[in-house]
């Protein structure tokens, strides 16, 4: 075993047993090879912190051997050291510490990231990572994770709490067998982003998103703006219990915000704290009675679209034809001004008899989709 050298000092703090002031935990990093560490103290510090210190185990079974580095600049101390890995217990340990002396202030229970880890030159183990308890120096027993100059302790037994994805076995001393750890239970990827769509339907805007890989996210906030820059959020959706990963939302009465386009977003927030957010899509709200129309229909050699801008000018609209299963047909570029009513002829292009889509598309963004139905 590898051990931290302790001044007197800090041999005569673990000793007296002083109330604990820090815990640790680990979560999912970034991608499936880090993972970061935090801390967060009961009750709040505010004061000098010396020699805090780490061990990161992977399964000494784990080949080939991977390294580790700290990615980034750790938010929390400096002069971060990685020791040389060695194998212990049945694990394979990296110890991380600084001897630096630096000042904390963090308020009662919360959270603060320390730094992110990258394993590399290995398997992927972000999944089976476990932060690990060092034992203090000496013929002292028991645990730490950092010693103080001017606040107190961490006291062995409960070094570490529980945060979503880890497992938390606190033990009193260490004697040789298991110490104190965190457990990190699986990768938590971030979300992905399918689809996010957003449709005028009368006075409302109705929003429609799909997801991937939500096993981390905690939940959604819708946000809304009206100049792209400053957006305000209008309501928040808890992940799905029912196992769905489509969701939908009605922002009522957008007609009385007095705008002429709106802007959306959706802020992810998942259960390690981390965000991401979609594309932004945009909403026209200068239609008039928000009517899109298209006539005759069902169509049999082409029909018309009725598209009335309350200011139509020479901006540029796009017209797809799709199939019912996405599949382009036709396309055409048109004006605002044409869009008030524009024949899309069909009849070169021997459709089937069945239902298809015209997309209507504004600047880069699908601003209604509308039904149709080809006969023979």
């Known amino acids: ?17 002083i109330s604990q002031t820090m815990q640790a935990s680990i979560g999912a990093g970034s991608s499936s090879t880090r993972v970061i560490i935090y801390i967060r103290p009961i009750p709040a510090v505010n004061g000098n912190i010396s020699t805090l210190q780490f061990d990161v185990a992977v399964p000494d079974a784990t080949t080939p051997i991977p390294t580790l580095a700290i990615i980034g600049v750790p938010t929390v101390g400096s002069g971060w050291i990685i020791g040389n890995s060695y194998t212990e217990g049945g694990f394979r340990h990296y110890e991380i510490a600084t001897g630096a002396v630096f000042n904390v202030t963090i308020g009662a229970g919360v959270e603060t990231p320390v730094m992110e880890l990258e394993f590399s030159g290995g398997p992927t183990v972000a999944s089976n990572v476990s932060l690990v ?7 002292i027993t028991g645990n730490a994770l950092f010693f103080c100059s001017g606040v107190g302790t961490s006291v062995e037994g409960q070094l570490y709490y529980a945060r979503a994805g880890t497992t938390v076995i606190n033990n009193a001393s260490y004697s040789g067998g298991p ?13 992905n982003w399918l689809s996010f ?6 006075n409302d805007g109705l929003l429609n998103w799909a997801v991937a890989n939500e ?30 990963t489509a969701y939908n939302y009605t922002d009522a009465g957008i007609a009385s915000l007095n705008a002429s386009v709106l802007y959306y977003r959706i802020k992810q927030v998942d259960i390690n704290g981390r965000i991401s957010y979609s594309d932004t899509r945009t909403l026209r709200l200068d239609i008039k009675g928000g009517q899109i129309n298209i006539f005759p229909n069902p169509v049999k050699d082409g029909f018309y679209v009725n598209i009335p801008f309350t ?6 609209l796009k017209l797809n034809l799709v199939s019912a299963n996405g599949q382009l047909i036709s396309s055409r570029q048109i004006t605002t001004a044409q869009a008030s009513n524009y024949y899309f002829d069909i009849k070169d292009k021997n459709l089937a008899a069945g239902n298809y889509n015209l997309q209507i598309i504004f600047e880069e963004k699908i601003m209604d989709t509308k039904k149709l139905f080809v006969s023979q």
């Open 197 to 202: 769509d957003v449709v005028k339907q009368g």
């Open 1 to 17: 075993m590898k051990y931290l050298l302790c001044t007197a000092m800090i041999v005569m703090n673990a000793l007296t047993g």
């Open 311 to 316: 200011n139509p000018d020479s901006r540029k």
């Open 215 to 244: 096993d981390a996210n905690h939940h959604y906030e819708l946000q809304r703006s009206t100049n792209n820059t400053s957006y305000t959020t209008i309501a928040t959706v808890n992940k799905s219990t029912n196992g769905s």
């Open 133 to 139: 308890t060092l034992p203090l120096a000496g013929s």
């Open 179 to 191: 110490t104190s750890s965190a457990t990190l239970g699986g990768v938590l990827l971030p979300v």
